[in-house]
């Protein structure tokens, strides 16, 4: 299946939207509200597993949490995203530090990376705001090692669209969501594309348990 709808034009608006009206930063360091988006990077860490020495890549990393997470991890990351101010900000975050990442503007449609370069990919909260998610999951299966993990997250729409009212009292500015969530991903359709483009999902699973938000999936490319 293929996002024909939306074009890449109307994901990069989107992309540019969310970084400017509400980045993803905020939510992660929101007290109340960030715990969803907290718990997705402790469960994304928990996957990789040990990653010390590893090349991963994080597609679609806006300003870097996730890419910190991983460098503390002891990874060597490389980022990827279409929003140069995020990447600016990104990189104004490691400044004085010793981390050393791979930071560069690009499209998970068409990534500038060799076949099989990295020991792991993440893509978290970017495929619905892409087009074309079957090319995006090509792109990160194509760049992982084989035996290497693809790990994709995305939230289960269906639960989350009646949390926005409650998110904003917390400072969260949910009011620009159905301008920036392009797509209702489903699960199936993920899973069908992931088993049928070089690689197999080893397990996927919906959090938090009492109100599942988001999908994980890992894969693995054979």
Not at 24 to 35: H, K, P, R, S, V
Not at 50 to 65: M, N, P, Q, T
Not at 153 to 170: D, G, I, M, S
Request: with cysteine; aromatic share 10%.
């Amino acid at each position: 299946m293929r996002n024909t709808q939306i074009n890449f034009e109307d994901s990069v608006k989107a992309a540019n939207l969310e970084f400017n009206e509400e980045p993803m930063d905020e939510n992660y360091t929101n007290l109340i509200a960030g715990y969803p988006s907290r718990l997705r990077v402790k469960k994304i860490l928990q996957e990789l597993g040990d990653i010390k020495g590893k090349s991963v890549l994080d597609g679609g990393c806006e300003a870097g949490y996730i890419s910190i997470k991983l460098l503390e991890k002891g990874a060597n990351v490389t980022a990827i995203d279409i929003v140069e101010p995020a990447l600016e900000k990104f990189r104004e975050k490691i400044k004085g530090t010793n981390y050393t990442p791979i930071i560069k503007k690009g499209v998970l449609q068409n990534m500038p990376f060799a076949s099989n370069e990295f020991d792991a990919t993440v893509c978290t909260e970017v495929l619905e705001h892409a087009s074309d998610t079957q090319k995006c999951i090509e792109e990160l299966i194509r760049v992982v090692k084989p035996g290497g993990k693809i790990i994709i997250t995305f939230p289960n729409e269906k639960n989350r669209k009646p949390l926005y009212p409650l998110a904003r009292l917390f400072g969260i500015n949910t009011s620009v969501e159905p301008k920036v969530t392009l797509f209702e991903l489903n699960i199936n359709v993920i899973l069908k594309m992931l088993n049928s483009e070089g690689s197999s999902v080893k397990k996927y699973y919906s959090f938090p348990w009492y109100f599942p938000l988001t999908y994980l999936i890992v894969a693995e490319k054979k």
